[in-house]
């Protein structure tokens, strides 16, 4: 837990931390340097010139501020999808404005032919939606398929290797832009979790009494059961950080995913394939990932 | 007829034979399908004559000899629309016509457009090809050399025999299958791994064994060559230590001088340094509003630090340079220059000069107003990845260039994609290695502009620099041709297109027991046909 907070405490005072070298300075005069050697790199250089300690502290940063959004990001769209996937199962009912909206929404978000034609369905369907109109029709819609059925989907593939076709897809991607795919291929676990647990939740006593004191159902979902459906996240969420940590630095070491110049303890950890002499560039990243995976199991431990 | 990149080029080689081919134990052109080197007969003042013979012995792997209708074929070939020869065409414009003497079918003369020196070698550094194999009814011969010359690349509607002719070329598939298309070189090839391997074995009647005295360029002593294809410089590096391989050509220079010092590897394996011609240069992308004007690119080039990469990263081995021409070349290299510093001060003295101001906060960057609306100095850098000395200098220069305030953002690109990138004109700088050599002063196919779009990657090309181009390409003696090299060293400095930053050292490693090496400055480095082994030692 300390190290954990230590890392946080680092990651966010990076840029303050009195360091002899920025992450990016280049010092030529000390390529591939061993600890402790001249020039002020206690941590040695890598095959570029910089200073290992300085990337070491701002891969924590690349690290922390990258794996836990994508952790917590990862961790709400499984609650939601979940959530409501356990809660309403397939039987839910949908008015045909609220289809035209998502299919006009998709339609044009994906691009597809003649993205007008989308907003304007889409448009239709919003109108329709606030006033009432002529589309009070419903339509099934089957909630838990779909959800799990993208789950299934996205665990036939290994995970590893559908974000490096996705990265590589899109060639270059900023930090910003791998957040997000992590997040995107990383929530059906907890959606899974958070649904088993609706689905015993549903038929609990209080939420056929709040449905009996005439509450609407939305509320019920989001004030009552949901609260109680993600208690298993907390144990889950420690492991999806170790997860995400060790996908990010995996990402890094083979260089998909993050700009060259952002340090990262992954790509530390490849510069060693350049410079095989240089043990110090593979053993002080390997024992911060080492740790860090460790205490965040330690912390799932703690949590049961 | 487009070849990708060295290793290509060294494969083909061993396939193919050339009129003339560089000799490594002397380092100068010598005649291998060609008798002798060509002789020369001015025309009037600005026509030149070479003759050339064919070898009595030299012959296809079918028996037929190979005659001067085969070395007008492939010429003509080179300017056939709908073949990948943008190159060839520019490189071999200056053969105007292919006179066959009628009474000796391998004898020719090549009439050149004008009494260059350098076109006396370079008019016999070609592959010959056989016209049996593409052209079996000789349709061909119905064209002259001068005619298809004329016909712009881009010819939409050829006649139907060149139609197909490239179809038959673009069939055979010489790029993947070069077994398909014939040559009259030493090797033949035997497998092909992609990405793994290329195994070559040597004809057991190769033409050449029956030429005596035999010359050095048409020596061919391993019965069979393998190339290992490891694009990890540390894992071939742990090849050539367990003895998986035998020689390791190009070898980054921190490897080469570890290896070096280990007591192990010194007594399995001998290392050769020679100075190369492969210039490492950052280039600009000229057609890009924001680099269009040199004062610009002076600026940015100011940004590289290339003493500091050149110690940092090749130790020190190699040599800084004003130009494209290697300082051992002393009649050719501009002595009067000055490497282009690294002084990021004098690069915002020179962005102001440009007509570039500073934005109100550090990150609005540097921006201008032009006629075609305002501007912002925003660079996208490409480099290959499978080198570590192109990752260090793209670092150190967006490192420097936001040092000045001008983002630069990084774009490491695997090498198949790094050509057709830069052919795409989809960067703003690059950095790379040129690899020459100290034979041909031939500009036009990378910084002519009628290049542009083909081999001409930055798109640079102005009236002057190309009236000085050509007039490279032609001189007639070769201390004008010095003086008109040195002033084209100035004006690239002045215009800026690329900053020629240093020569690299050429490094080899190989097995102790391989002899007849000839580590040398040219391209690859050392004769792979030359190479023998060495008895195994007696003693104990």
């Known amino acids: ?304 | 007829m487009a070849l990708a990149n060295q290793p290509a080029i060294d494969a083909i080689n061993l396939l193919n034979c050339s009129l003339l081919q560089a000799d490594f134990a002397t380092n100068r052109f010598a005649p291998a399908l060609a008798e002798a080197l060509p002789t020369v007969q001015l025309l009037g003042d600005s026509l030149m004559r070479l003759q050339y013979t064919l070898r009595p012995e030299a012959a296809w792997d079918n028996g037929r000899p190979v005659l001067a209708t085969d070395v007008a074929f492939t010429l003509k070939l080179m300017f056939c629309p709908g073949l990948p020869n943008e190159r060839a065409r520019s490189d071999y414009s200056f053969i105007r016509e292919v006179l066959i003497d009628p009474k000796n079918p391998r004898r020719f003369s090549l009439v050149c457009t004008s009494q260059s020196v350098e076109y006396v070698q370079a008019s016999g550094d070609f592959f010959v090809l056989p016209e049996a194999a593409l052209d079996p009814k000789s349709e061909l011969r119905a064209f002259s050399l001068a005619e298809l010359q004329r016909r712009p690349a881009s010819d939409k509607a050829p006649p139907a025999v060149l139609q197909a002719l490239a179809r038959r070329y673009a069939a055979a598939t010489p790029g993947q299958t070069p077994a398909r298309l014939p040559g009259c070189g030493p090797y033949q090839l035997v497998k092909w791994e992609k990405d793994r391997s290329l195994r070559f074995r040597r004809k057991p009647g190769w033409w050449a064994d029956r030429v005596r005295p035999r010359p050095f360029v048409l020596e061919a002593r391993p019965a069979q060559l393998e190339y290992a294809i490891i694009p990890d410089a540390a894992t071939a590096s742990l090849a050539l230590q367990r003895g998986d391989i035998d020689v390791f050509p190009q070898m980054p220079t921190r490897e080469f001088i570890r290896l070096r010092q280990a007591p192990t590897a010194r007594a399995a394996l001998n290392f050769y340094t020679t100075a190369s011609h492969d210039v490492v240069i950052a280039g600009f992308n000229t057609r890009q509003p924001p680099l269009s004007d040199a004062l610009t690119r002076q600026a940015l080039g100011r940004c590289f630090d290339a003493a500091g990469i050149l110690q940092g990263s090749e130790l020190g081995e190699g040599r800084r340079t004003v130009g494209l021409i290697s300082p051992a070349d002393r009649r050719n290299y501009n002595d009067s220059l000055a490497p282009v510093p690294f002084d990021p001060a004098g690069a915002v003295a020179l962005l102001r000069r440009a007509g570039w101001r500073r934005g109100a906060t550090a990150e609005a960057g540097w921006q201008r107003n032009s006629a075609h609306g305002p501007q912002l100095l925003r660079l996208t850098m490409r480099y290959r990845t499978d080198e570590p000395l192109f990752a260090t200098m793209a670092l150190q220069f967006q490192a420097a260039a936001a040092g000045i305030g001008v983002p630069v953002r990084l774009l490491p690109t695997e090498s198949g994609n790094f050509s057709e990138a830069l052919h795409n004109g989809e960067f703003d700088v690059y950095v790379r290695a040129l690899r020459g050599n100290p034979f041909m002063f031939n500009f036009t196919s990378f910084l002519h502009s009628q290049a542009v779009g083909a081999g001409n990657t930055t798109g640079f090309g102005t009236p002057e620099s190309d009236r000085l181009i050509e007039a490279i390409a032609a001189a007639s003696t070769v201390p004008h041709r010095a003086q008109l090299l040195r002033r084209f060293q100035t004006l690239l400095q002045r215009e800026m297109p690329l900053v020629p930053l240093f020569f690299r050292s050429n490094h080899v490693a190989a097995q102790k027991r391989l002899t007849h090496l000839y580590p040398t400055s040219l391209k690859p480095g050392f004769a792979a046909m030359a190479i023998d082994e060495a008895p195994p030692s007696t003693s104990p």
């Open chain 1, 1 to 304: 837990m300390a190290w954990l907070a230590l890392l946080v405490l680092v990651a966010v005072a990076a840029p303050a931390l009195p360091l002899p070298y920025p992450p990016h300075t280049l010092d030529l005069a000390h390529i591939a340097q061993a600890p402790l050697g001249p020039g002020r790199h206690w941590l040695g250089t890598d095959g570029q010139g910089r200073d290992v300690l300085s990337l070491l502290v701002f891969g924590t940063r690349t690290a922390v501020l990258l794996t836990l959004p994508a952790a917590l990001l990862a961790a709400i769209i499984g609650a939601l999808l979940g959530g409501a996937a356990g809660f309403w199962g397939n039987r839910a009912h949908v008015g045909l404005a609220y289809w035209a909206l998502a299919v006009g929404g998709v339609w044009w978000a994906l691009r597809l032919p003649a993205p007008w034609l989308g907003l304007a369905v889409g448009a239709a369907g919003l109108a329709s939606a606030v006033v009432g109109g002529p589309w009070r029709l419903t339509w099934r819609l089957p909630l838990d398929a779909l959800v799990m059925g993208g789950a299934a989907a996205l665990d036939t593939v290994p995970r590893l290797v559908l974000v490096v076709a996705l990265a590589a897809s899109v060639g270059s991607i900023s930090a910003s832009g791998l957040l997000a795919l992590l997040a995107l291929t990383s929530w059906p676990t907890s959606a899974r979790l958070v649904r088993a647990q609706m689905q015993r939740i549903r038929t609990l006593p209080f939420v056929e009494a709040a449905q009996a004191a005439g509450m609407s159902t939305g509320h019920i979902w989001l004030k009552h059961a949901i609260p109680h459906a993600i208690k298993p996240l907390q144990t889950l969420f420690p492991l999806s950080l170790a997860r995400l940590l060790g996908l990010e630095s995996t990402l890094s070491f083979l260089g998909i995913g993050l700009p060259p110049e952002v340090a990262s303890w992954g790509r530390l950890l490849a510069s060693y394939r350049q410079e095989p002499t240089a043990w110090w560039l593979f053993l002080f990243p390997s024992i911060m990932l080492t740790i860090s995976i460790l205490s965040l199991y330690q912390l799932t431990k703690m949590r049961k």
